[in-house]
Nanobody
Framework: QVQFVESGGGLVQPGGSLRLSCSASGFTFRRRAMAWYRQAPGKEREFVARVNSYGSSTLYGDPVKGRFTISRDNDKNTVLLQMNNLKPEDTAVYYC???????WGQGTQVTVSS
């Protein structure tokens, strides 16, 4: 059974930082690309970032390029999303995703507000 445990969300002021963590189980983590998506209220889900199975290649959505960094630790079955210089428009529920197997986490709320 595929499971994700997401953590690290919360309330932060504009310009601040957060680090999201996703611990995965139930599949061969080291063989799968991992990604983060987000969904803001009243909007469709949006691609944030993706990392290949080795951690050697990454891809980012335009709104977060240069501010967010995705990484992974295959020994710990964990994928991270470091978010810097956060903006109010980054407010959303962030989801950990294994796109190749169509598995989604439950989401963690990130709110950027003064």
């Amino acid at each position: 059974q595929v499971q994700f445990v997401e953590s690290g969300g919360g309330l932060v002021q504009p310009g601040g930082s957060l680090r999201l963590s996703c611990s995965a189980s139930g599949f061969t983590f080291r063989r799968r690309a991992m990604a983060w998506y987000r969904q803001a209220p009243g909007k469709e889900r949006e691609f944030v970032a993706r990392v290949n199975s080795y951690g050697s290649s990454t891809l980012y959505g335009d709104p977060v390029k240069g501010r967010f960094t995705i990484s992974r630790d295959n020994d710990k079955n964990t994928v991270l999303l470091q978010m810097n210089n956060l903006k109010p428009e980054d407010t959303a529920v962030y989801y950990c995703v294994a796109p190749e197997i169509g598995a989604w986490g439950q989401g963690t709320q990130v709110t950027v507000s003064s």
